[in-house]
């Protein structure tokens, strides 16, 4: 699909390809997906666009979000709010190139999703990560590089990890970095980098 305003496609089904490529400002894309071995890919250019992946319930979906501009959001949602719709082995990775960008990842409400692979890479100023991931065997990779960049939670909401034997780590080149927290569950790893001036890092594990 490539066009400017509004794209919306849900599938049922496997081995599925959806590509969207919109240029311009305040475009949006969705796409949902009960199923497995589906490729997803949004492609966007401009100013204000949001892009919304949702993996209702499925396997080894390969979900590729790419935002340049200004004021971009990317939404990716698995398993929630119902945790009985699992969601395992997928493969996540959003990147932002611009100011002012936002990529929120929600997996799960109380657990039971497992083993994905989540990949944020955000460049540029002022961009968020809104995070809330639960289950087991994730695998998750920020980078920032930027100036003002922040993970967030512990006294605010999201960046919240819950699960057991989740690999997490943040990598930051910049000015005044925040990561804090926090990661709940057993057998976790975390790994933070911070290049640059004013960085904070207040990880929490219980």
Do not use: C, K, R
């Not at 501009?69 to 395992?88: C, F, K, R, W």
């Not at 780590?169 to 790994?191: K, L, R, W, Y």
């Amino acid at each position: 699909v490539l066009g400017v305003f509004g794209v919306g496609v849900d599938i049922i089904g496997d081995d599925n390809e959806l590509t969207a490529t919109q240029v311009g400002l305040l475009n949006d894309a969705y796409m949902g997906v009960l199923g497995t071995d589906n490729e997803f890919m949004i492609n966007q250019v401009g100013e204000s666009n949001s892009a919304h992946v949702v993996n209702f319930n499925g396997s080894e979906n390969d979900v590729n979000v790419i935002q340049s501009g200004q004021e971009n959001t990317a939404v990716v949602e698995s398993s929630y709010p119902d945790i009985s719709l699992t969601s395992n082995d997928n493969d996540i990775d959003i990147m932002q190139n611009g100011s002012q960008n936002e990529a929120m990842v929600t997996l799960a409400g109380i657990l039971d999703s497992n083993m994905n692979q989540i990949d944020l890479a955000q460049t540029g100023e002022m961009n968020v990560v809104d995070m809330m991931v639960e289950g087991n065997g994730h695998s998750i990779d920020i980078s920032q590089t930027g100036e003002g960049n922040w993970v967030v939670g512990m006294e605010q909401p999201a960046f919240l990890v819950g699960g057991e034997n989740v690999s997490f780590s943040v990598t930051q080149m910049g000015n005044d970095n925040i990561v804090e927290g926090a990661v709940i569950g057993f057998n976790s790893t975390v790994s933070v980098t911070q290049i640059g001036d004013g960085n904070v890092t207040s990880i929490t594990q219980m």
